[in-house]
């Protein structure tokens, strides 16, 4: 009984297994990444909990919601919303090497 | 706002740099907690969730034919209901414009008339984006798409109002752009028992035609030109949202071509079809007036 159940599971194959990097190192789709200008950056600044907009608009979740906040540029896709909502500028792309 | 630290996405899947939907689906998933059971009909959340072998998400999902959304969801229901796991656990539906509008509109009315106690979201990038951008009920009028090189010849079908007229607790529209309208919506959902619909506008960088990095920008631009409003309607009763209330006054939105202009897929628009949208702008927030006048 309990073979032919594992059969079953094998054919039908419906569990998956969550990784990270499904797609492999999205971060080569690009080689833009953003830079934080920690001077300008409003949770360094002011110590607090605050702002973090680059966090909440990351469609990838790639920057972290941490003082301060930190990009994992493994992933990062390059997309640039995190700049064009950072409300200091403190954001720009700029090309850096992938390994 | 507290927003919840966790993230139910791992990173690392094959949405497109600056995807309207991930930014969706993250904040959707981070509103309703890890108690959630997803069913995701053929569409970009599909290519979301990986190949076969491996998935990025952290809750479980079951993929379903297009036209089935709705059924599948009664049917996890059904399933939790004889388990009487069905208070704890949330089934979230979570289809394309074309899952919902077109293939899943049969499977969505019937899941809804009988009442099942589910969150239903359709994130609306107006084409089928996965398959190559073709029209589909829900494309702008003057769009283009690969089926109609020269412009779309009717307005969008009018999702919201046709679940409304379900007399279903719950429907309201979001936008990509305001991720935390976006999760009070969806946890609002969570607590209201009974079928809830979700309709949210997810801008698409290359079915739309425009840089990734404004993804967040047009979206809003959709909003503050009055083209997608934010309403809630809460048992009958419309509820116009925080980002639109602003908008009633004529003054205040933006002229649609604000909006239009910065899309490759309305390039070559004539002045019939921007009269044709100020018209179509002035009779949607009319009638919004009427509704809260009521």
Redesign the interface.
């Known amino acids: 009984m309990t073979n032919s159940k594992k059969d079953y599971q094998k054919i039908l ?1 419906s569990i ?11 971060g080569t ?2 080689s833009l990444k953003p830079i934080i200008d920690l001077d300008k950056c409003i949770p360094v600044k002011s110590g607090k909990y605050v702002c973090f907009n680059c966090w ?7 920057i972290s ?1 941490t003082i301060p906040p930190e990009v ?1 540029n ?2 990062c ?5 995190c ?3 950072c409300p200091v500028q403190a954001i720009t ?1 700029k090309e850096v090497k992938i390994k | 706002m507290d ?1 919840r ?1 966790e ?1 139910f ?12 939907m ?2 969706i689906y ?1 904040m959707a998933l981070k509103a309703l907690g890890p108690k959630t059971i997803g069913t995701v009909p053929a569409s970009c959340l599909t290519v979301l969730h ?9 809750i479980s999902v079951l993929h379903t034919p297009f036209a089935t959304t709705g059924a599948a969801a009664s049917g996890i229901l059904g399933s939790l209901e004889a388990k009487g796991l069905d208070d704890e656990i949330c089934v979230l539906a979570f289809a394309g414009d074309g899952g919902t509008t077109d293939i899943g509109i049969q499977a969505l009315s019937g899941a809804v008339e009988r009442g099942t106690n589910f969150v239903y979201a359709c994130y609306d990038n107006e084409a089928y984006m996965n398959t190559g951008v073709q029209r589909s009920g829900s494309t702008p009028l003057g769009a283009y798409s690969t089926t109609t090189p020269g412009g779309k010849t009717t307005h969008k079908k009018d999702m919201p109002k046709i679940m409304e007229a379900h007399g279903i607790p719950y429907v309201a529209t979001a936008n990509a752009a305001y ?2 309208d976006l999760y009070e919506k969806f946890q609002k959902a969570r607590k209201i028992k009974g079928p809830k619909y979700i309709h949210i506008l997810a801008p698409c ?1 290359p079915g739309w035609g425009f ?7 047009i979206g809003r631009l959709a909003n503050e030109t009055g083209f997608w409003p934010l309403y809630e309607v809460v048992d009958g009763i419309f509820y116009l949202s925080k980002k639109s209330k602003k908008l009633l006054n004529r003054e205040n939105r933006k002229p649609i071509q604000d909006y239009l202009g910065s899309q490759k897929r309305f390039r070559d628009l004539g002045e019939n079809i921007i009269k044709a949208y100020n018209e179509y702008i002035d009779n949607l927030w009319k009638n919004i007036e009427k509704r809260i006048e009521e």
């Open positions: 194959g998956q297994t969550p990784v990270e990097g499904e797609a492999g190192e999205t789709w690009s909440l608009y990351c469609p990838e979740g790639v919601r994992d493994r992933y896709k390059g997309c640039g919303i700049m064009e909502e792309m | 927003l630290e993230e996405i791992y990173p690392g899947t094959r949405a497109c740099a600056g995807c309207g991930a930014l993250r990986g190949m076969q072998g491996f998935c990025s998400t952290k991720p935390l960088p840089d990734p990095k404004d993804t967040i920008k």
